[in-house]
């Protein structure tokens, strides 16, 4: 479908849907299966300028409207979700930055991602998930610094980041308010890798736990004032939510081409199953979801770039196109019948790496949670 796409949006798309075919499909199976992440293919996706798209020009980035951004986002989760979210995650630790940063740190952190360097939103911890209040990771003004102790964990490209944007209590006693965000450094002493997970889906990406011991960060790295840090999460989380959207949306066409491709080629009693109105019904419904997650997570991104409150459109976008990855690779699979259940088909791996899109960057009861404040405000 195109939803009146400019010509740069075209040449772009054409550019990924390339790298795609030429780069990604031949091996992202194989490392689904071994579960590494391929360092190789990010540092050519790198290359191409794909993880700093959503940068402003004026700090090295590729300045694109959000728009544009979904737009690619999605036609990169249609070779592989996992690898898109690897790729886009430096756009998640980046957007607390231009949300509260001062121009210097904006520059220190754009310059980072922009040499290549990867980067980590670390917000989650073992007990404080969707109820960030529980947050344990504490950090101690001492002088001109702070020192900061806990465990982050389910934090993607966590164990291999070069720099993170940390979350911690400076005030436990204040619950959110005592939240406080900073840049710190993966060179600074007492950051060490804990495990990393051996996912169900999106194995082409690095998620693990970081753990900060007696780290010593500048109080000059900290992100607006003190307390500040879970309203700067929440914006962030607000605005990233529309990216996730894209990406569901994504690995949902990939799994609509895949059923389409079977259903023309597979015969049952003399004739392609695509001839039964069984199947017609299923591909109809995928695609009437596709494209309504499509278009409304457009129109979000959209509010973004006009500068309007979006926090309920955002997540609807979430949501919705969460939910509808899971149902069309559910349908997918079912299409397949039983080689939809076996490796050696894409839409097993579609269905895996969907769940997790009802999950991250707020689960689609909290986004329900958020629909339903904004409504009732």
Do not use: W
């Amino acid at each position: 479908m195109s939803l009146l796409l400019t010509e740069e949006q075209k040449d772009l798309i054409s550019m990924i849907k390339e790298f795609g075919q030429n780069e990604i499909l031949p091996v992202a199976a194989e490392y689904d299966r071994n579960g590494e992440m391929p360092i190789e293919l990010y540092k050519k996706a790198f290359d191409m300028g794909l993880h700093m798209i959503d940068i402003p020009e004026e700090y090295g980035g590729g300045g694109l409207d959000a728009v544009t951004a979904v737009i690619l986002q999605e036609e990169l989760s249609k070779f592989d979700a996992g690898f898109g979210v690897g790729v886009f995650s430096s756009g998640l630790a980046v957007k607390p930055v231009l949300i509260a940063g001062t121009d210097e740190q904006k520059k220190y952190f754009a310059d980072a991602i922009c040499e290549g360097k990867f980067s980590a939103f670390a917000l989650t911890e073992p007990d404080a998930g969707s109820d960030v209040a529980a947050t344990k990771t504490k950090a101690e003004k001492d002088g001109d610094k702070y020192i900061i102790n806990g465990r982050k964990c389910f934090i993607t490209s966590g164990g291999i980041a070069d720099i993170y944007v940390v979350f911690a209590s400076t005030d436990r006693t204040k619950g959110v308010k005592g939240l406080t965000a900073f840049i710190v450094d993966r060179n600074t002493s007492g950051i060490s890798v804990g495990k990393e997970e051996d996912k169900m889906g999106i194995r082409l990406s690095n998620t693990a736990d970081v753990v900060f011991e007696d780290v010593r960060v500048p109080a000059k790295n900290m992100l607006g004032k003190e307390g500040d840090g879970f309203k700067i999460a929440m914006m962030t989380l607000d605005m990233s939510r529309p990216s996730c959207a894209a990406a569901a949306v994504g690995l949902s066409q990939a799994a609509l081409d895949y059923s389409v491709e079977y259903a023309k080629q597979r015969k049952t009693f003399g004739k392609p199953i695509a001839m039964k109105q069984a199947i017609q019904f299923k591909l109809a419904e995928m695609k009437m979801q596709i494209e309504t997650a499509r278009i409304y997570t457009r129109h979000a991104a959209s509010m973004i770039d006009a500068k309007v409150p979006y926090s309920s459109e955002a997540a609807i976008a979430k949501c919705y196109a969460g939910d509808v990855a899971v149902k069309v690779t559910q349908e997918a699979v079912q299409i397949f019948g039983g080689y939809g259940y076996s490796r050696e088909y894409p839409v097993e791996k579609l269905y895996r790496d969907a769940k997790i899109f009802q999950i991250f960057e707020g689960t689609n009861e909290v986004q329900k949670i958020v629909i339903a404040g904004n409504l009732l405000r």
